[in-house]
């Protein structure tokens, strides 16, 4: 019977080449040179990660989505190209969501692929598997959201997702795979046709002549100048041009965070030791790739200081102008078009920022430097945070191009003080909400991505957040040493409960054990308690490139509320002793 049927149909149509959307997205993600899938196997996409892999595209397999999430962000920031995270429908769809919202944030771009649940079941709330209007709860939260419906349609479905992404001010894209997608057919070469590869996916946004000018006059006639380089400017990859204006400029920089490394952290102009001196005392400030949010306290208040300024600032975005105080300078386009345009209306005799000033900034940085310098030296038991970072500080000064991923309260605040960076993207953190959970899924990305060997620098309580990771790291047998500064609890270790028998509310475990973990998977563990046995095991990490877990043993007295934001943390005065 089923002979005679398939011999009737006409020759063309059964020996038809069909491909189908499993296919199709991979495809179209490979045209696009996107060859890395971060991610979590299940309902419906555990066969696309398989046919993906088998097509030769690298897919990570994580322990929980937003560990890939916060991955995919990072491999945005990293490489400029949108960094796509895997996850099934719902509450996988939910868990990779925070990253997707971190990455918008951030201005990482990312693309988070779900698969989802049937349409028609869905929008009629007839209670699917994993039913949830995931577009729409999406939409909110990133920069754009699409679904795709039908197989011919994925090409231009990719197509808008990335360049959503990259173009502009980048960020998080929501793409939306219902599971019937996957298995639809079409005609193979119809199918080809479909895809596109997308052209200049993040065109060079070119500044206006006059802003310029306007730039250039402000800078000019600065007698405190001062630019403060952000994660913009580290994502835009202008290294060359940044450093050469900075310096041609003569005026003091100041990095933040993931701007690090733009230019040496010991650089001469560097302001990092001398903040706020610059942020009080300066007149003419220029942002480039930084906003003023509260990392910078809104450029006003008391940080700030009484002194009258003025701001340039160099954007891709022009709704950032004029966000939090006036900007008398805008200057808006792409970092790389910007810079370039301002070293050309430099010209040859650009006079360097008043000397006194470059005085007074680099005498106060190595004032605060040399009072640091001895603390970092120290070799007490139990480790304090300045003995332990003393040492991670001058591992990274020997290793200047591993990847530095940092994480915690105090563990946060004063590694990025006290660690000095010397080359750009190396030190990836917390980013714009502060938050706690990126450290495991960064390294991973970091590792994958740039081939480096990994620091990773944990608070105990921040490690929690993704610890399930380093089996994945061991899995993935990749060169990430891990340090966890345990000191038995979020703050402090000390805390007690006045009321009752469980435990205070910010401790943990005493004397928690965190190197068995990374053992427990067939990686290294090491339990250390002084700077020098910190030191060994670090080196011989770095040295074996082996997935390696650090438990450092702090003092659980040495830290203070909320890090150096305790002022944020509000606190009751009525409070019963
Ligand atoms: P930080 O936290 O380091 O101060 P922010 O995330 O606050 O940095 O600011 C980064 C800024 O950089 C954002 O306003 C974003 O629009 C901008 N930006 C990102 N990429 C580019 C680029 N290629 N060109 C210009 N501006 C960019
Ligand atoms: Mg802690």
Known sequence: MADAALA????????????????????ALKLNGLTTIYGVPG?????????????????????????????ASIAGFLTKKPGICLTVSA????????????????????ILISGSSEREVVDLQ?????????????KTMCKAAFRVLHAQDIGIGIARAIRAAVSGRPG??????????????????????????????????????????????????????????????????????IREFVEKSGAPFLPMSMGKGLLPDTH???????????????????????????LLSHGKGKAWGEAPKKFIQIDIEPKEMD?????????VGDIGSCVSALLDGMGAKWTSAPADWSKTVSTKRDENVAKMAPR?????????????????????????????????????????????????????????????????????????????????????????????????????????????FNNDGIYRGTDTNSAGSDPATTVFVKGARYDMMMEAFGGVGVNVTSPDELKRAVNAAMDSGKPTLINAVIDPAAGSESGRIGNLNPQSALKKK
């Open 323 to 331: 966000s939090n105080v006036e900007i008398v300078a805008p200057v």
């Open 172 to 241: 998080g894209v929501y793409l939306d795979l219902p599971a019937k997608l996957f298995g639809q057919v079409m005609d193979t070469q119809k199918g080809k046709q479909s895809l596109v590869k997308v052209i200049d996916a993040a065109p060079a946004q070119i500044p206006s002549k006059d802003s310029i000018k306007r730039a250039l006059d402000l800078l000019k006639s600065a007698k405190k100048p001062l630019i403060i380089l952000g994660k913009g400017a580290a994502y835009a990859q202008a290294d060359d041009a």
């Open 376 to 484: 970092l030296m120290n070799n007490n038991v139990p480790m304090d945070y300045h003995g332990a970072l003393g040492v991670l500080r001058t591992i990274i000064k020997e290793r200047p191009d591993a990847i530095l991923v940092n994480e915690g309260a105090n563990t946060l605040d004063l590694a990025r003080g006290i660690i000095d960076m010397y080359q750009p993207r190396k030190r990836i953190d917390v980013g714009t909400w502060g938050i706690m959970g990126i450290g495991m899924g960064y390294s991973i990305a970091a590792a994958i991505e740039t081939g480096k060997p990994v620091l990773a620098v944990e608070g105990d309580s921040a490690f929690g957040f993704s610890g399930m990771e380093v089996e994945t790291i061991a899995r993935y047998k990749l060169p990430v040493c891990i340090v966890i």
């Open 91 to 110: 509450p996988g769809f939910l868990n990779g969501l925070t990253a997707l919202a971190h990455a918008t944030t951030n201005c990482f771009p990312m």
């Open 268 to 294: 001469p102009q560097c302001a990092g030791a001398a903040r706020s001196t610059v942020l009080k005392d300066s007149d003419v400030v220029m942002l480039i790739g930084a906003r003023l949010n509260w």
């Open 126 to 138: 007839q209670g699917d598997y994993e039913e949830m209007d995931q577009l729409a709860v999406a």
């Open 43 to 71: 309902i419906p996409i555990t066969d696309f990660g398989r046919m993906a892999q088998a097509a030769g595209l690298r897919v990570i397999s994580f322990r929980h989505e937003q560990n890939a999430g916060y991955a």
């Open 8 to 27: 009737k149909k006409p020759a063309a149509e059964a020996e038809q080449d069909l491909t189908d959307g499993f296919n199709l997205i991979i495809d």
